[in-house]
């Protein structure tokens, strides 16, 4: 079952890959960081992703799904062995969809060097804890993390949390929410810009659409660090409706079935 939905995958990707233009290419590639976003359970998004990647040959590639000791384990031999990878990294472990879905990203990288951003529990524990400049360290200040964001961004970004929880979290917890959510962010940007000093780049990141957003996401965190670095940002979105939050580009793909993930939240 698994071998036909990701065939079917392929060939749905390769319909609307055609979105990706010409025109639209040489200006993602002009960038020196460039941002995929995706909604994570959707093959297409990842397919449409390692189809950029493969054109692009980027130098590094920074992952929303790895730590850095993960990212250090990836090598070259492995990136040949969907199994072995899968088995090195501790996918299933942590919770993001099948393996299946992300490896041809890892597939199309080739070389490229792999970075991992990913915000450990303990990390976003203590950013609820001892606050959100603590918890990211030294540059802090660099990312605008010392700054409260503005009562109408606040008030929205709390929004979103809720509703993306189902309305379920009691409301004193949505500024932490948001902080863990800046943190990530800010931690993305630190990783990519990392990639570029290292490597040249350019740098593609994987990530999901609300990190790729240009609003308040890690476009706007790069921004804050280094406004020079030219950044592209890329959103996915499903059966015709865009991500929130802008985007150089919008691409497109078929939603697939999923279970209402407030199915949990919900009594009889």
């Known amino acids: 079952m698994k071998a036909l939905f990701l065939a079917f995958a392929f060939l749905a990707s390769a319909a609307f890959a055609a979105e990706l233009g010409s025109d639209d290419f040489a200006q993602l590639s002009a960038a020196k960081i460039v941002i995929l976003g995706e909604t994570h359970d959707n093959p297409v998004h990842h397919l449409l992703q390692a189809d950029i990647v493969s054109r692009l040959r980027p130098k590094a590639v920074v992952y929303e799904m790895l730590t850095p000791e993960q990212a250090g384990s990836v090598t070259s031999g492995l990136v040949g062995n969907q199994v072995a990878l899968e088995g090195a990294l501790g996918w299933n472990a942590a919770g993001w969809p099948d393996f299946a879905m992300y490896y041809p990203i890892f597939k199309a990288s080739g070389d490229a060097t792999v970075f ?3 915000v450990p529990r303990q990390v976003a524990r203590s950013a609820m ?5 603590t918890a990211f360290g ?4 660099q990312f605008g993390l010392n700054t409260p964001l503005g009562p109408d961004e606040q008030s929205a970004r709390e929004a979103l949390q809720m509703a993306a929880h189902c309305d379920a979290l009691p409301e004193d917890l949505l500024p932490a929410m948001v902080d863990i959510q800046r943190l990530r962010d800010a931690r993305l940007a630190q990783s990519a810009l990392q990639a570029l000093q290292e490597t040249g780049g350019p740098v593609v990141v ?4 609300g990190h790729a957003r240009k609003d308040w996401g890690v476009p706007a965190a790069l921004a804050h660090v280094q406004p020079e670095t030219a950044v ?3 959103g996915q979105g499903e059966d015709g409706q865009a991500p929130e939050g802008g985007f150089d580009l919008v691409l497109d793909a078929p939603s697939v079935r ?3 993930p407030c199915d949990g939240f919900r009594t009889n």
């Not at 804890?129 to 400049?133: I, V």
């Not at 030294?138 to 200040?141: D, T």
């Open 116 to 118: 991992g951003a990913a």
């Open 129 to 133: 804890k001892d606050g959100l400049a």
């Open 138 to 141: 030294a540059q802090a200040g």
């Open 206 to 209: 994987i990530t999901g659409n």
């Open 232 to 234: 592209f940002a890329v």
């Open 258 to 260: 999923r279970a209402d």
